[in-house]
T-cell receptor
C-alpha cells in the first residue's frame, strides 16, 4: 500500500513568487491535513480538507490556501512568498477527518521550501 | 486551549542506556487523545502510539513503553536499552474538541554508539 506522496520534495523560490505543493493521500483516505514545520515555531496546523471541503484552518495569513480534488489529492499554495515561509511542509492523510478523535494521521516525507 | 510541552529540547545518551522523554499537556476537555510520533532524518512523521483520555493503562511495545498519568497531565515515553536507530526527533501530540492535532516542540534524541 503506497504511503502519502508529496511533490516536489525540495524547491527554492525567491521572495514575491508563489508556490504550489502537491499531496497524494493513501488510497481510500478522504482527509488531508497540512502542517508547516520550522525550527522556531515547530509543527503548526495549516488546514484540513475532507471530501473537497475545508474543515478546519490554522492561524495563517490568507496567502496560504489549499484545495482538495475529487480523488482526494490536495494542493496547497503560498502566494507572495516571504523569507519566513521557508519550512518543511508536511501533508498527512487519514481515513476519517480530524473530527474523529481516534483518527491517526499518516504523514508524507514533506516538501522542503527555501525562500531566498 | 490545547497545549503540549516537551521541556527536553535535546537528549544525548550512550547506546543501551534507558531514556525517558517527557510530555505534559493542557486541555479543558474530558475526552481527548494523546499521540507520540517519531521523525527520522528522512522527514516523515511516523506514528508510534495513541491513547485516549479514558484509558490510563500503561503500554509496552518491545523496548518502548508509555506512562499516561491524568493526575499530572503527563504522557511520558521510555525507550529501554536504546539503540543508535532510535536517534530521531520525537513529538508528543494532543487532539481534543478543537479537532486539530497539536504538537509539542519535539525532543531531539541522539543515541551515541
Amino acid at each position: 500500500k503506497a504511503g502519502v506522496t508529496q511533490t516536489p520534495r525540495y524547491l527554492i523560490k525567491t521572495r514575491g513568487q508563489q508556490v504550489t505543493l502537491s499531496c497524494s493521500p493513501i488510497s481510500g483516505h478522504r482527509s488531508v491535513s497540512w502542517y508547516q514545520q520550522t525550527p522556531g515555531q515547530g509543527l503548526q496546523f495549516l488546514f484540513e480538507y475532507f471530501s473537497e471541503t475545508q474543515r478546519n484552518k490554522g492561524n495563517f495569513p490568507g496567502r496560504f490556501s489549499g484545495r482538495q480534488f475529487s480523488n482526494s489529492r490536495s494542493e496547497m499554495n503560498v502566494s507572495t512568498l516571504e523569507l519566513g515561509d521557508s519550512a518543511l511542509y508536511l501533508c498527512a492523510s487519514s481515513l476519517f477527518g480530524q473530527r474523529s478523535g481516534a483518527n491517526v494521521l499518516t504523514f508524507g516525507a514533506g516538501s522542503r521550501l527555501t525562500v531566498l | 486551549a490545547q497545549k503540549v510541552t516537551q521541556a527536553q529540547t535535546e537528549i544525548s545518551v550512550v547506546e543501551k542506556e534507558d531514556v525517558t522523554l517527557d510530555c505534559v499537556y493542557e486541555t479543558r476537555d474530558t475526552t481527548y487523545y494523546l499521540f507520540w510520533y517519531k521523525q527520522p532524518p528522512s522527514g516523515e512523521l511516523v506514528f508510534l502510539i495513541r491513547r485516549n483520555s479514558f484509558d490510563e493503562q500503561n503500554e509496552i511495545s518491545g523496548r518502548y513503553s508509555w506512562n499516561f498519568q491524568k493526575s499530572t497531565s503527563s504522557f511520558n515515553f521510555t525507550i529501554t536499552a536504546s539503540q543508535v536507530v532510535d536517534s530521531a526527533v520525537y513529538f508528543c501530540a494532543l487532539k481534543d474538541g478543537a479537532q486539530k492535532l497539536v504538537f509539542g516542540q519535539g525532543t531531539r534524541l541522539t543515541i551515541n554508539p
